[in-house]
């Protein structure tokens, strides 16, 4: 679906300062080469199979289903993972092919701290240097995380500027890769930025959805109706989707950070509230004024905390294959506290987005219909800041 | 009108300040681009604002937050180089990201620049891959769309100033803007290759502060384009601010020549 400037339809693209030009024309180069290269495949599938303990399961939510009273509900345990989220996946991919470049230093932004996790996880196993840059209000919204990262042999830099999330510290990585690039490659995190990043990460998350659709055939023989994922750049999702797109039956739902709603200023929901426009190396949605300024975006999670969306998804709403659809901050803790009482499953805030739209969506279908929710990680990390939103004052 | 930014280099090494608009304020910006021109600037690089400015040091990121606080916008700026033009006719071009232009409008946005007498557009954000977003438009109103080239660029350098217009910026050092002590790029064998390209003036930028390495620049180059070390001026004196940017632009300006 990429054409080869790196475009969905309008958007995508390679907006990025000339310093890096030659970086991500070496990066696409060196992924056209391993990309179908066995040596390079069998080494990463050992890695996802024996280190990160794919294949992750599919799940019949059962108490779950009966307590809705709709459609059946199947949970994609992305939560299960090595390091606790879908992040593995893709850097696993870019660490191994980053090495195979001759990089020994990997830098990274993270927002709520599991891709940053994911990336010292990497680094570490691989023998590399690792630098993680995460806004100073996440770092303190995911003290844990940044413990973690610690732990694994990382080095973490609060960023300050600007709203001092995600968006910034995107920022800072891109402003660190321009400054030192021989050695380094930034692995970034999600769908997003410069061609060919928004490809690169897909293909890596894309093992979710081929793992769904062979689990979903079979367990039930035949496809969901409904696949569900959180989106903030959007890599669980692109990847829990890859494999159905051409399947028009199933529907693709995308679940935005509405914050406190999206007829406030407090949102990230991209899609739902955003216009087109460039930045961060791609043509895509963004939260911003009527000037182009970027908008400080709010949502309870910091992983979702973010103003654009990937270009993948731009288009596939703009093509009308997928929908985009906002969940409010209360809505996820609700979810949040839902599925760790029904299940005994404790999602990330971030997932709890979709567990949320799921709790709408699965009454109002039929008890015939099949929907799967990824739940992209786990919930460990949120448990400090969701008693406090509902008022207990507890520390780590 | 891009023709003009030619005259800025005309049997002369060009001095280039760069000053963000609306930092601290519109007013201030106006005495201090004057005091600029009256000191020996050929060219003006004008920064219109952008909330994430990814190319830019701190430095020049503090000046893009000071001047939204202060509620610039891309409208007021134009208002701004509409009455500059009343009296100043050195070349000016801006400096802003991708995202202010495509916002705006591209069409709106570049025949403004022509009718408010702007010669042309520098976006660090905009490589020469992506230059048809605005590259036919620019043509249309005769604004000079300016290519940047960095240390990095290697094997990009001939293809990209065979069809640069206006100038060419040469990005000094890797990395984002702001002051450095010392710079290190083989500059010489950058320019060489540009040489052989194209005949359009190439001046040399990022991290230039002093008299002496002002001088350096310029030795090897067209000009010198000083943008953190002026933001600093003017963060430090504010409203004071545009009398010692001259004093700063004139040794500058004498240092180079």
């Known amino acids: ?396 | 009108m891009s023709d003009m930014i030619a005259k800025a280099f005309e049997n002369k090494k060009a001095f280039i300040p760069f000053i963000t608009c609306g930092d601290p304020d519109l007013e201030t910006t106006a005495k201090i681009v004057r005091a600029a021109v009256e000191n020996g600037a050929d060219l003006i690089e004008l920064g219109i604002p952008f909330s994430d400015p990814t190319a830019e040091g701190p430095v020049i990121q503090g000046a893009n937050i000071r001047a939204l606080k202060g509620g610039v916008t891309t409208d007021k700026v134009f208002s701004l180089v509409k009455e500059l033009r009343t009296d100043v006719t050195v070349p000016m071009v801006f400096m802003t990201y991708a995202n202010v232009v495509f916002s705006y409008g591209a069409e709106k946005f570049i025949s403004a620049c022509k009718d408010i007498g702007i010669n042309g557009l520098i976006l660090p954000d905009l490589p020469y891959e992506e230059k048809d977003e605005f590259l036919p438009i620019c043509k249309k109103y005769g604004v000079a769309l300016i290519s940047l080239i960095a240390p990095t660029s290697e094997n990009r350098i001939a293809m990209i100033a065979k069809e640069a217009e206006g100038f060419i910026y040469l990005v000094s050092s890797l990395g984002v803007t702001g002051m450095r002590t010392e710079i290190n790029t083989d500059l010489k064998s950058i320019v060489d290759v540009i040489r052989q390209n194209t005949f359009v003036p190439c001046a040399i930028g990022f991290g230039i502060s002093t008299p002496e390495q002002a001088k350096a620049m310029a030795d090897l180059s067209d000009g010198a384009i000083v943008g953190s070390a002026i933001i600093k001026i003017i963060e430090q004196y504010g409203k004071d601010a545009p009398r010692y940017v001259g004093e700063y632009v004139k040794k500058m300006k004498e240092a180079i020549n």
Request: charged share 25%; with cysteine.
């Open chain 1, 1 to 396: 679906m990429t054409n080869p400037k790196g475009r969905f339809g309008i958007h995508g693209g390679q907006y990025i300062p000339e310093t890096l030009m030659n970086a991500v024309i070496e990066l696409e180069q060196a992924y056209d080469r391993y990309k179908n290269d066995p040596e390079f495949n069998r080494e990463l599938t050992e890695l996802l199979d024996e280190y990160a303990g794919r294949p992750s399961r599919l799940y019949y939510a059962e108490k779950m289903t009966k307590d809705l009273g709709g459609a059946k509900i199947y949970l994609k345990r992305e939560d299960l993972n090595h390091t606790g989220s879908h992040k593995i996946n893709n850097v696993l991919g870019q660490a191994l092919l980053a090495k195979k470049m001759g990089k020994t230093r990997l830098i990274a932004e993270t927002g709520a701290g599991q891709h940053g996790v994911a990336t010292a996880t990497a680094a570490a196993l691989l023998g590399m240097e690792c630098v993680v840059f995460m806004g100073e209000e996440d770092t303190i919204r995911q003290a844990l995380n940044v413990y973690r990262m610690r732990l694994l042999g990382a080095e973490v830099i609060p960023v300050k500027s600007g709203t001092a999330t995600l968006k910034d510290a995107v920022s800072e990585a891109m402003r660190e890769w321009t400054k030192r690039i021989d050695d380094t490659h930034y692995c970034l995190g999600s769908v997003m930025g410069p061609h060919p990043f928004p490809t690169i990460v897909r293909d890596f998350q894309a093992v979710i959805s081929r793992e769904t659709k062979q689990q979903m055939l079979e367990k039930e023989g035949r496809l969901p109706d409904a696949v569900l994922a959180c989106v903030g750049g959007g890599s669980n999702a692109m990847g829990s989707f890859y494999h159905f797109i051409e399947d028009k039956s199933v529907r693709l739902i995308g679940c935005e950070a509405a914050g406190r709603g999206i007829d406030t200023f407090e949102t990230a929901a991209t899609v739902n509230t955003g216009s087109v426009g460039i930045f961060h190396g791609m043509k895509s949605y963004f939260c911003q004024d009527e000037y182009g300024q970027i908008a400080p975006v709010y949502s309870i999670s910091a992983g979702l905390d973010y103003p654009g969306v990937g270009p993948e998804h731009a288009y596939l709403h703009d093509i009308g294959r997928a929908e985009y659809v906002p969940v409010t901050d209360d809505e996820a803790v609700n979810a949040f506290e839902y599925l760790s009482r029904i299940e005994g499953i404790i999602p990330a805030i971030e997932s709890a987005h979709a567990v949320a739209y799921a709790m709408k969506l699965a009454p109002k279908m039929d008890k015939d219909k099949i929907i799967v929710i990824t739940v992209s990680g786990r919930g460990d990390k949120d448990c400090a800041a969701i008693a406090r939103y509902r008022g207990e004052d507890i520390h780590e």
